[in-house]
């Protein structure tokens, strides 16, 4: 299915970055941050996100960005809200059970801005497909245990130099970082090769429902700093959380000359 037949895809007009008054007051206390002001919040508003999976990490990170004021998010997901769901991904509740996760999200996320653009699509989109909608957003977050997926955002991402926050949580831990595709800088490839291609999930190993709300607002904060271009990202650089001890540590990250997407000799 091409990504320009799915349904509730929105154009955003980027020229509309003035705040309104409402604006203006309901985004105060960001605008009150020195890195943010006013420009930061206009550029926020001009922004388009993509973000991939509304289950824990996707309901969590998208929840602050719309709060945030990101005009414009597209969240992707053709699974539907079950019981065992509601226990961490706090966007949907008993009432949406069966229903497409992105409409539930959509539903929740419109109540907490109605001054942002929302779209959805639930498909599986083919890695043409992929580079096809990337190319029409400023960032793009993983927020998915897909590793097809993954891999496919990332070939995307890489072709358009398009920045992608990834992130993993399961048990009582989790991981987050950056990768922004420029010069000596690595790509997703790069660090899943380290780790081999074991796929865990949540049914077999469990979840404790905190660590994706922790996982999934590191990646919003990341995400606001990128489009903001403010701080020190975590491009480079993985972030581990372990919620028993409440430790984090830090590995870095290095571009693989073997990596089959961003290696040498690749495109």
Do not use: W
């Amino acid at each position: 299915m091409s990504r320009r037949h799915a349904d509730e895809i929105l154009i955003s007009d980027k020229s509309n970055t003035v705040l309104s008054d409402a604006e203006l007051l309901r985004y105060d206390r960001q605008i009150a941050i020195k890195s943010v002001d006013i420009e930061g919040q206009e550029k926020l508003k001009s922004a388009k996100v993509l973000i991939l999976g509304v289950g824990g990490l996707g309901c969590a990170a998208s929840q602050y960005l719309a709060v945030a004021g990101i005009g414009h998010l597209t969240l992707i997901d053709f699974d539907l809200v079950s019981e065992s769901n509601l226990q961490r991904q706090v966007l949907h509740d008993d009432s949406n059970i069966d229903v497409l996760k992105v409409t539930s999200a959509k539903q929740a996320l419109e109540k907490l801005n109605p001054y942002i653009q929302i779209s959805t699509l639930a498909t599986k989109l083919s890695d043409e497909d992929m580079v096809e909608l990337v190319a029409d957003y400023d960032l793009v977050i993983d927020c998915t245990d897909n590793v097809l997926v993954r891999e496919q955002v990332n070939q995307a991402c890489f072709i358009h130099k398009t920045p992608l926050v990834s992130a993993a949580a399961i048990r009582m831990e989790g991981m987050v970082t950056v990768f922004d595709y420029q010069k000596n800088m690595p790509c997703y490839r790069c660090f899943s090769q380290l780790f081999g291609e074991q796929e865990l999930s949540c049914v077999e190993s469990g979840i404790l429902a905190p660590v994706v709300g922790i996982i999934g607002s590191m990646q919003a904060l990341e995400a606001i700093k990128l489009l903001l271009h403010i701080g020190h990202s975590l491009t480079g650089r993985l972030l581990f959380f372990d919620a028993m001890t409440m430790e984090c540590r830090e590995m870095k990250l290095l571009k693989q000359s073997s990596c089959r997407v961003c290696g040498d000799g690749v495109i």
